[in-house]
């Protein structure tokens, strides 16, 4: 469930999660990449 412009609503998204490392290959951190994919799991559903 996500708020847009203040109204509930459903959506799908994508995560994908990569570490970070510093100068000498230790963790330092993640990276997240969110991509919606709303509409492309609407139009599967009507299927």
């Given at each position: ?12 998204m ?34």
């Open positions: 469930m996500l708020y847009r412009h203040g109204q509930p609503e459903t959506v799908w994508n995560l994908y999660y990569s570490p970070v490392l510093d100068l000498s290959g230790r963790p330092a951190g993640m990276m997240a990449f969110v991509f919606e994919t709303t509409e492309r799991m609407a139009s599967f559903i009507k299927l």
